[in-house]
């Protein structure tokens, strides 16, 4: 059964004890949450600005998983997209339990180099949505005793590599206050912080990829996989992998100048 924003009240799960909404859910990471959670069980709200792939995706999870998916096409860059996407958080008759903060991009220059609107439109896809859409899942989920937020962070955020880095590392302490502050509501917030990851990310970015080691990169289901385990169990930072453990416990005691280099290029 197809769904839109236009009538999105006939589209709702009829069952709505499990219900996860995904930002950015047609490609990477979105895609791969998207596909795990309609593994679990999950009715699916799926978030994306094109609504032919939207509807792909949804039609691929209802057949191969039975779920319920709801599409919403919207660009969270611009407020009304936004004010959807927080609409739809809100609504607590049909509740989300589940939100998972993905959609984002990189730019490519440095900061002074770029032009200042790309920068701010670029700091508001990595921290005023989130913010917006975790406000709106907040009140609902405390109404209803209890959700989950899962904040797709970076491994930059331990590192100091420009805006991207500073707006990740944002999401990660926003995610490790709210964690603790939410805990007695029943709501846990994760920020997940993978590194490389094979995703369309890198090339939107127009980075040649063979210029980063093939030691470094890791699969998309295994970074889905890790957060939702460390989300389910309440953890408010999850860095998938060991390698990446170790790389950002290093990145925190090493001098900037030399993590700011090694991490020029990274995710």
């Not at 995904?22 to 593994?39: D, H, P, V």
């Not at 790309?118 to 921290?127: A, K, M, V, W």
């Not at 500073?166 to 939410?182: E, I, M, T």
Request: glycine share 8%.
């Amino acid at each position: 059964m197809a769904s839109s924003t236009q009538h999105p009240e006939t589209h709702y799960s009829a069952q709505p004890s499990y219900t996860a909404l995904i930002t950015g859910a047609t490609a990477g990471l979105g895609a791969e949450f998207a596909r795990q959670l309609a593994a679990q069980g999950y009715s699916l709200v799926l978030v994306a600005r094109d609504q032919a792939r939207l509807d792909a995706t949804a039609e691929t999870l209802r057949a191969r998983y039975a779920v319920q998916v709801q599409t919403i096409s919207a660009d969270l860059v611009n407020e009304s997209g936004v004010q959807v996407v927080a609409n739809r958080l809100a609504d607590s008759n049909q509740p989300v339990t589940m939100l998972v903060n993905n959609a984002g991009y990189g730019l490519a220059g440095n900061f002074a180099d770029n032009d200042l609107a790309d920068e701010l439109t670029h700091l508001g896809i990595h921290i005023r949505t989130p913010l917006i859409l975790s406000h709106a899942a907040l009140r609902t989920m405390a109404g209803i005793g209890g959700g989950r937020i899962i904040n797709v962070a970076s491994v930059a955020a331990f590192t100091p590599r420009g805006t991207y880095s500073a707006a990740k590392a944002f999401l990660v302490n926003f995610s490790r206050w709210a964690n603790v502050f939410y805990r007695d509501r029943g709501i846990s917030v994760t920020a997940v912080c993978p590194g490389f990851t094979h995703t369309e990310f890198h090339d939107r970015m127009k980075i040649d990829k063979k210029s980063i080691p093939s030691w470094s990169w890791l699969e998309a289901e295994e970074v889905v996989r890790s957060g939702l385990t460390d989300a389910m169990a309440g953890r408010s930072v999850s860095i998938p992998s060991t390698k990446y453990k170790v790389i950002s416990f290093l990145a925190r005691i090493a001098p900037d100048a030399i993590v700011a280099r090694v991490a020029q290029r990274g995710r």
